[in-house]
């Protein structure tokens, strides 16, 4: 069985084939990070643009690097949020068109869900699992019970972990995406101690038994040591120990808050192969992964997070979660809408200041 998946909730052009034997046939994924740098961010109509500029492109690469045809493909998966509703729409009317033509199966995937089952598809990782989705849009933390079975237990307040890496980036003078840059000049950080001494960022939420996050007020205590340092050009040393000091205090918030919600799954649970998943775009960020890595060892549970390649948007874990799907008979009409609000876990209490992203 061979699925077709369609990726453009956001600035990601991307298409896949991925089988039921789990095998990644192709997945191609065309960034538009150039047409986007000279704005700091991504605009929406750009992003939508290109994505109906490149898809029919994309999707015949996908099948060419298979070695397929559509006549081999048993279904169509598309990202149908959430996201910006543009590229949403895209990618949308994409996957309809050729399950129309071809008379196949559609199914409209939720983009977060694609990264909750990303470890089924490259580790075979059993429910129930504990997940950590942080991405630039989400930092929530969730118990992936099944296939569209998801129980929130925290979400960001305000600020998601990777909006604040690209923000406090952006006032750092470092360049979009500023989340790698981050990483990479943190490297060059002498005294990681010191480095946090020195700056003293707030560690919103720590300590606190509610399993939410907040990222806002440490965005503007970065904008704040900004402010702090001499005027004129910033100096390398002082960007490079302040993004140390950054990238430290989000691994660990995210280390404490995923710390209580480890212990209440393990507690409510009791599963028989505990394990914490680290997924969404974020999860490339090497400080994160080695702080949860200890917390895992320290509990004895298994820690995972994706290969680097399949972290950032991709359509082969959109392929992979409408096969899931597809095999338990979960399909969509071909009027179904894009939604660029569409959470986890539509069930779980609205929290303040989260508003519909929760």
Not at 63 to 81: C, N
Not at 134 to 145: D, N, P
Not at 153 to 173: R, S
Not at 221 to 237: M, N, Q
Request: with cysteine; hydrophobic share 40%.
């Amino acid at each position: 069985m061979n699925i077709l998946g369609i990726e453009s909730s956001c600035d990601e052009t991307s298409a896949a084939i991925v089988n039921d034997r789990k095998e990644i046939l192709a997945n191609i994924v065309l960034s538009q990070l150039e047409e986007h740098r000279a704005f700091g961010g991504v605009v929406p109509e750009i992003a939508a643009r290109a994505h109906a500029d490149h898809m029919d492109t994309i999707i015949r690469a996908a099948l060419s690097d298979a070695g397929i045809t559509m006549s081999d493909i048993d279904a169509v998966a598309s990202t149908s949020g959430p996201g910006l509703i543009g590229g949403l729409i895209v990618g949308m009317m994409a996957g309809k068109a050729l399950a129309a033509s071809r008379g196949l199966p559609f199914i409209a995937v939720n983009h977060l869900e694609g990264h909750a089952l990303t470890p089924r598809l490259t580790d075979n990782i059993e429910f129930p699992y504990l997940l950590l989705l942080v991405s630039g849009g989400h930092t929530q933390i969730l118990v992936a019970e099944g296939v569209g079975k998801y129980k929130r237990w925290g979400t960001t307040l305000d600020d998601a972990a990777g909006e604040c890496f690209d923000k406090c980036g952006k006032m750092m003078g470092l360049p979009y995406p500023a989340g790698p840059e981050i990483q990479r000049i943190a490297r060059e950080c002498k005294d990681p101690k010191a480095a946090l001494k020195r700056f003293g960022l707030p560690k919103p939420m720590k300590g606190r038994k509610e399993l939410d996050f907040s990222f806002s007020g440490l965005k503007t205590a970065v904008r704040l040591s900004v402010e702090a340092l001499p005027e004129g050009d910033l100096k390398r040393e002082d960007v490079a120990d302040l993004s140390c000091a950054l990238q430290l205090t989000i691994a660990d918030v995210i280390k404490d808050r995923a710390r209580r919600a480890l212990e209440r799954y393990l507690d409510e649970y009791k599963p028989a192969n505990p394990t914490l998943v680290l997924s969404g775009g974020v999860s490339a960020n090497t400080a994160i992964r080695e702080s949860l890595e200890e917390l895992c060892s320290s509990h004895g549970v298994r820690a995972y997070a994706p290969p680097l390649k399949l972290c950032g948007d991709n359509a082969a874990m959109i392929a992979w979660a409408g096969l899931e799907r597809f095999k338990l008979g979960l399909t969509d009409p071909l009027d179904s809408k894009p939604m660029p609000r569409w959470p986890l876990d539509p069930k779980a209490e609205k929290r303040h200041g989260a508003g519909v992203k929760a």
